[in-house]
């Protein structure tokens, strides 16, 4: 069955020429030209992806993120014109999963649709037993074959991204992890130096899980190298 993509741009020229290399992948897209079409969509179809202009006609893509991260944990692709660090870090902090600037290749941006949907698929499919494990220490437990996460009883609502790197932290603990390491095993690239992807998304993550800050319980930071869990 092919995936359904929410693709969200007012500049029809863009929305058009993103729509034909989705729909030449097989993939069934839903194309709105602002928030309020989007947010009814998403009321309507299941979705399994979506593709944000930042700025649209009525709210920004950064609150039309944020509103859909309230109930749903698909992948969020953001398409900005701004290249500044802060907008691309407010993106990933309201649950964006990656974005891509504008002027794009098409076949960069499919290239990161079909890795998220990769993810996303990966975490719902049910998992053989014998292929998966479970991590459980100080309250924490984790596990690859039910791609749940609980703290203290409680179930965290992580999105397949946030799983995967907590899920690689804790297959790795008790070792420093390096930036570079984390963020090629996750999300499948190359790193770029000055890339805030992995200390965004990290920061996300400790939000969920409740730790403070400063003195983390968990996710600890190495300055200059890169992240451990203990």
């Given at each position: 069955?092919?995936a359904?993509?929410l693709l969200?741009?007012?500049?029809a020229?863009i929305a058009?020429?993103v729509e034909v290399y989705?729909?030449?992948?097989?993939?069934?897209?839903?194309?709105c030209?602002?928030?309020?079409q989007?947010l009814?969509?998403v009321?309507?179809?299941?979705v399994?992806l979506?593709?944000?202009?930042v700025?649209?006609p009525?709210l920004?893509?950064f609150?039309l993120c944020?509103?859909?991260?309230?109930?749903h944990?698909?992948?969020i692709l953001?398409?900005?014109?701004?290249?500044?660090?802060?907008?691309k870090?407010?993106?990933l902090m309201?649950?964006?999963d990656?974005?891509?600037t504008?002027p794009?290749?098409p076949l960069?941006?499919?290239?990161?649709?079909?890795?998220?949907?990769r993810r996303?698929?990966?975490?719902?499919?049910?998992?053989?037993p014998?292929?998966g494990?479970?991590?459980?220490f100080?309250?924490?437990?984790i596990?690859?074959?039910?791609?749940?996460?609980?703290?203290?009883g409680?179930?965290l609502?992580?999105t397949?991204l946030e799983?995967s790197?907590l899920?690689?932290?804790c297959?790795?603990?008790?070792q420093?992890v390096?930036?570079?390491?984390?963020f090629?095993e996750?999300?499948?690239e190359k790193?770029?130096?000055?890339?805030?992807t992995?200390?965004?998304h990290i920061?996300r993550?400790?939000e969920?899980?409740?730790?403070?800050s400063?003195h983390?319980?968990f996710?600890?930071?190495?300055?200059?190298v890169g992240y451990?869990?203990?």
């Open positions: 069955m092919s359904k993509i969200v741009d007012d500049e020229a058009d020429l989705l729909t030449n992948e097989g993939y069934t897209v839903y194309k030209e602002n928030a309020a989007a009814e969509c009321e309507q179809k299941q399994d979506a593709i944000l202009d700025m649209l009525d920004s893509g609150e944020r509103r859909i991260r309230q109930k944990l698909w992948p953001m398409l900005t014109a701004r290249v500044e660090d802060l907008d870090i407010q993106g309201l649950g964006a990656d974005y891509i504008k794009f290749n960069e941006l499919l290239a990161r649709v079909k890795t998220q949907l996303y698929t990966q975490y719902n499919q049910s998992a053989q014998d292929k494990g479970e991590y459980e100080n309250g924490l437990y596990s690859e074959v039910t791609h749940k996460c609980t703290l203290y409680e179930e609502a992580l397949p799983f790197i899920w690689y932290l297959s790795h603990r008790g420093v390096p930036s570079e390491q984390l090629q996750v999300w499948g790193y770029i130096d000055g890339n805030n992995v200390m965004t920061a993550l400790r969920k899980m409740h730790e403070k400063r983390p319980k996710i600890k930071t190495v300055w200059g451990t869990i203990e």
